[in-house]
């Protein structure tokens, strides 16, 4: 988790130095720990200016008063389910407090482990901590599960702070006790169908959640257009069940690293995109597709099919499907699930 930290005052100051340590040795991955206090001589950013930076980030500290962090954070706070984590830490260490993003973005975990490094308190505010029931946005973030449905998931966990039962599918094996609040069902007024399909209905109300683990493989013929290349990918997905909530990224051979039609299809959908040399395709292990043309042509049998294994694992969920002059494959690792 890349984290930012903040701090205003001499004695904050010296609190962010124990902090940034101990958040690194938690396993942050602090990207920057900046002390904005007035005077000096040595140039600074506004505060303004670092926030906007922070929050490209995973997680954002401050080291000071709650007021200070929530002026700082309000014009960039967009929505629960992208924002950061935010906390606040006064600069005595007492009080942790999470802002934002407490579930999804992590921000109650962050303030635990900032309340252990302090010797303080966790400020958990959050109804579904507070009375120790199941929260399917923490659990879905704990698991890498996409979450389809967002308004549906505050039904679901608003349906279980009330003593209601909701209904639990899923299409993978999910290890552990279920949850208090969930029953195993396949039909019903309300639940959660755990699933590459979104267009799965088993409930009234059906929350989908997904495992963001798909690599979907994609070559080009080159000059393929922006529209072209993402109705073939988007078509493709679609025939085979698998929504774009279940795509981690996306992959392809070094060579087209740059091609205008898989960036723009990266950006719009913000997919990461990954590039392997056609040595590495090769030396990929498994029963491939293989073209004597594409191979002559980029030193590889098969594009879609190895970019997918080799950067995602796992096992193919389907072959090469060639669309006007688009071909895309799926390979995706088996999901190890828990309670």
Request: glycine share 10%; with cysteine.
């Amino acid at each position: 988790m890349k984290l930012s930290i903040v701090a205003f005052t001499k004695t904050g100051a010296a609190l962010l130095n124990r902090l940034e340590d101990g958040m690194r040795a938690a396993g942050y991955e602090v990207m920057d720990a900046s002390v904005l206090r007035r005077g000096g001589t040595e140039p600074r950013p506004s505060l303004h200016d670092w926030a906007e930076q922070a929050f490209s980030g995973d997680a954002v500290l401050f080291v000071g008063a709650c007021g200070i962090a929530v002026r700082a954070i309000a014009p960039f706070v967009r929505d629960k389910f992208c924002d950061p984590a935010v906390v606040s830490v006064d600069e005595l260490g007492r009080f942790a407090v999470p802002l934002l993003s407490g579930h999804v973005g992590g921000a109650n975990e962050l303030a635990k482990e900032v309340a252990k490094l302090t010797g303080g308190v966790a400020v958990i505010s959050t109804a579904t901590d507070l009375h120790q029931k199941f929260a399917v946005d923490l659990w879905a973030a704990s698991q890498g599960l996409s979450i389809g449905e967002r308004e549906l998931a505050k039904r679901v966990s608003a349906a279980v702070l009330a003593g209601e039962k909701v209904g639990f599918d899923s299409d993978f094996p999910v290890a552990g006790r279920l949850p208090d609040g969930l029953l195993y069902a396949q039909s019903g007024l309300l639940g959660i169908h755990l699933t590459l399909d979104g267009h799965t209905r088993p409930f009234d109300n059906t929350l989908h959640l997904f495992p963001r683990l798909v690599t979907v493989g994609v070559g080009c013929r080159k000059g393929i257009s922006e529209e072209q290349f993402e109705q073939a990918v988007l078509s493709v997905l679609a025939s085979h069940q698998i929504s774009l909530f279940a795509v981690r990224q996306i992959a392809t051979i070094d060579r087209k690293s740059q091609e205008p039609c898989i960036r723009a299809f990266c950006g719009k959908y913000s997919l990461p995109l990954e590039t392997v040399s056609a040595q590495t395709l090769v030396q990929t292990e498994g029963q491939f597709t293989g073209s004597a043309f594409v191979e002559r042509t980029v030193g590889v049998d098969n594009v879609c099919e190895r970019a997918a294994v080799a950067c995602g694992g796992g096992e193919l969920l389907f072959r090469k499907v060639a669309i006007d002059g688009v071909t895309v494959a799926a390979a995706m690792p088996f999901p190890e699930l828990t309670f």
